[in-house]
């Protein structure tokens, strides 16, 4: 990078006029690789059907869960499957970013970062297709037009085949049992060498008829609504290597989807390490029950060294356990919180977390006099989403960020995860008490680093001069230097 002479407080001072301006002439935001999904719809209505419309949407979207042994309630593969569910599809479809959508991704789409890492989302036309297809009776049309079939197989985990599964011990929940948390078994991971971990998966199995009725509540047929645990060489003695062999995983919560690390900073797993469980919630699911966690490892090649290598977690410092006041029957009622960025960073993912009452979560990042909201979602505490920014989409937020997390709830009996919205909430773990945290990940940048990613994003998005790229404010500037940028730990 050439070497300039303006300074950090001329180029600081600039950044805060042009702030206040973007709210009044809004430059050109850059939403490079986006699905394009909007409003224009190029079909004739009449003419939708199974086969040639409906089933590819139902193999990207659906049956990775709407299949034989798997988390849904019926399979959703043949038309034969789908067709009485046909008007069912068509509502749980269109409701919008908001608990009981299918499928379960609540990212909203009029405000935000709209790129993400595997968004199964639907377009508004595929909505409106769905909707066709249901009102004219759901045709089947012509055998001729389907897709080829998905090989259901070999498609058990999101995250493709994996390197490594790790099974734990089986645990039975009685049908009348109370809630319990407590400590896990620690269990062999498996593996026998050192290495870096591209993404991890969680599922639960048991002995529950997929055909049965679920029980209405929290987690449905499923009986351990979380698990957290790290990855140790337990049989190292040297305390300093200990520590070294230590990595704390993403939680696992009840319908949560995959973790997929960024690519420049997989995760470490050392050799021999064992599964340390530090904490684990069992609910009763209405029925006898004896079900085991499995825990799916995709590994990147030998070889491979990341280039960030510091990993962060923003469940402690994004978080608020003290002013939890949910009033009874009240909805929109607000939680806040706030933490200052020490480092830079780029933000990873981003990951609600509340309980019941839980209904939305945005999160806003505040640099200067500039405000800008990154994501905004719906909550469903029965499917825990975690949103992976795509690379390009990333926020890049430099040292002394404001972080603002927002949570909205509703503790009325409009909302199904509420067992009586005539209690009052505070914090605590239980399911009929409440959290409010982010608990998404992210990396700290050097001052090197950081540079480096924002000329990367520049050229990923065909940024253009005065271009404003959502979730990284100092990308306007292009010609930056060490000098310029306020001293990041390195």
Request: proline share 6%; net charge negative.
């Amino acid at each position: 990078m050439a070497d300039k002479t303006r300074n950090w407080m001329k180029n600081l001072g600039t950044f805060l006029v042009v702030g206040v301006l973007v709210g009044v002439v809004g430059p050109r935001n850059v939403w490079a690789g986006s699905s394009g999904k909007g409003p224009a719809f190029n079909f004739d209505p009449a003419a939708v059907t199974f086969h040639k419309d409906i089933e590819p949407i139902l193999q990207r979207s659906c049956q990775n869960c709407h299949k034989p042994e798997s988390v849904a309630p019926m399979s959703l593969i043949t038309y034969q499957q789908t067709r009485p569910w046909a008007r069912a599809i068509k509502r749980r479809t269109s409701i919008g970013p908001r608990q009981g959508v299918m499928p379960p991704w609540y990212v909203e789409r009029n405000i935000g970062i709209q790129d993400y890492k595997n968004d199964p989302s639907l377009s508004e036309e595929e909505i409106a297709m769905i909707a066709a297809w249901a009102d004219n009776g759901a045709p089947r049309g012509n055998l001729a037009d389907a897709p080829l079939p998905l090989d259901l197989s070999t498609n058990k985990w999101s995250i493709g085949e994996p390197d490594l599964i790790t099974v734990l011990p089986d645990i039975t929940v009685k049908g009348d049992s109370p809630d319990w948390w407590g400590e896990g078994e620690t269990v062999l991971v498996g593996n026998t060498e050192d290495r870096y971990v591209a993404a991890v998966e969680y599922r639960e199995f048991n002995d529950v008829d997929p055909a049965a009725q679920a029980r209405d509540t929290v987690g449905g047929r499923f009986i351990i609504h979380h698990l957290l645990f790290s990855t140790v060489a337990m049989g190292e003695q040297d305390r300093a290597r200990v520590q070294e062999t230590t990595t704390t995983w993403p939680v696992h919560e009840v319908g949560r989807n995959a973790d997929i690390f960024d690519e420049k900073a997989g995760r470490f797993l050392a050799a021999n390490a064992s599964a340390v469980t530090s904490s684990v919630h069992l609910h009763s699911n209405g029925q006898d029950t004896t079900g085991h966690l499995e825990i799916a490892w995709k590994f990147h090649p030998r070889g491979y060294e990341p280039t960030l290598t510091r990993p962060t977690s923003r469940g402690a410092s994004l978080a608020d356990s003290v002013n939890i006041d949910i009033r009874p029957e009240l909805a929109g009622q607000e939680l806040h919180a706030y933490t200052v960025l020490q480092t830079h960073q780029k933000i990873t993912t981003f990951e609600p977390h509340l309980h019941g009452p839980g209904s939305r979560m945005c999160l806003e990042a505040i640099w200067g006099s500039h405000i800008e909201t990154l994501t905004c979602s719906g909550y469903d505490h029965s499917w825990v989403r975690t949103y992976e920014y795509a690379e390009h989409a990333a926020p890049l937020l430099p040292k002394g960020t404001i972080l603002h997390l927002i949570g909205y709830m509703n503790n009325t009996a409009t909302n199904r995860n509420i067992p009586d919205p005539r209690n009052w909430q505070g914090s605590g773990n239980r399911s009929v008490t409440n959290m409010f945290l982010d608990l998404g990940l992210g990396v700290e940048l050097s001052s090197e680093q950081f540079l480096q990613e924002m000329d990367d994003r520049r050229e990923a998005v065909g940024w253009m001069k005065g271009d404003h790229i959502i979730g990284c404010p100092l990308c306007t500037y292009d010609d930056l230097t060490l000098d310029d940028v306020p001293a990041g730990e390195n």
